[in-house]
T-cell receptor, first 113, second 110 residues
Framework: SQTIHQWPATLVQPVGSPLSLECTVEGTSNPNLYWYRQAAGRGLQLLFYSVGIGQISSEVPQNLSASRPQDRQFILSSKKLLLSDSGFYLC????????????FGPGTRLTVL | KNEVEQSPQNLTAQEGEFITINCSYSVGISALHWLQQHPGGGIVSLFMLSSGKKKHGRLIATINIQEKHSSLHITASHPRDSAVYICAVTPNFGNEKLTFGTGTRLTIIP
């Protein structure tokens, strides 16, 4: 069966520090991968999606970036965090794209102080 | 105006009541998703549908493509159904983006 892992579960970082969140998927090949953010009291916002290794599409201009170095690994990064980067970050995968069921990871709660 | 609107934003009901959550959207879609977000933050996909009706246990989802409207029903509600229910659509214009509603917070009181 397929599983999706995210780490860390919780992170507190100072403003201006770097960020690296990792997501890995097991039990499937060539998944579409997604990074979402949910700010406090707000809905889910798509940040990045990837249809293959090295292929990243950005939905929102910001100081975040994403990379997909391996088929089932998706990394969200920042060189310098802002206060506004605080939120709940979710990774998800699907087999056939946004018209297919998406499976979400457990999420990372990021607080930038 | 958001492309996906949900109502109500908050709903409190007694255990056993029949629950209805509504979702309206303004764009052409290829699919509509209902998601459940538990208090800890984890999200589970409940349904994906493009026409008609789907049922899973006590949950029923319906969609009317002509009216651009979907409903999620919960029969015999239980406190463990307390969660945020999120509607999302896959627009027709061919990219990989889901568009989300802001969610309905459901609380079932024992």
């Amino acid at each position: 069966s397929q599983t999706i892992h995210q780490w860390p579960a919780t992170l507190v970082q100072p403003v201006g520090s770097p960020l690296s969140l990792e997501c890995t998927v097991e039990g499937t090949s060539n998944p579409n991968l997604y990074w979402y953010r949910q700010a406090a009291g707000r809905g889910l916002q798509l940040l990045f999606y990837s249809v293959g290794i090295g292929q990243i599409s950005s939905e929102v201009p910001q100081n975040l970036s994403a990379s997909r170095p391996q088929d089932r690994q998706f990394i969200l990064s920042s060189k310098k965090l802002l206060l506004s980067d605080s939120g709940f970050y979710l990774c998800a995968w699907s087999l056939l794209g946004a018209g297919d069921t998406q499976y979400f990871g457990p999420g990372t709660r990021l607080t930038v102080l | 105006k958001n492309e996906v609107e949900q109502s109500p934003q908050n709903l409190t009901a007694q255990e056993g009541e029949f629950i209805t959550i509504n979702c309206s959207y303004s764009v052409g879609i290829s699919a509509l998703h209902w998601l459940q977000q538990h208090p800890g933050g984890g999200i589970v996909s409940l349904f994906m549908l493009s026409s008609g009706k789907k049922k899973h246990g006590r949950l029923i989802a319906t969609i009317n493509i002509q009216e651009k409207h979907s409903s999620l029903h919960i029969t015999a509600s239980h406190p463990r159904d307390s969660a945020v229910y999120i509607c999302a659509v896959t627009p027709n214009f061919g990219n990989e983006k889901l568009t989300f509603g802001t969610g309905t917070r459901l609380t079932i009181i024992p």
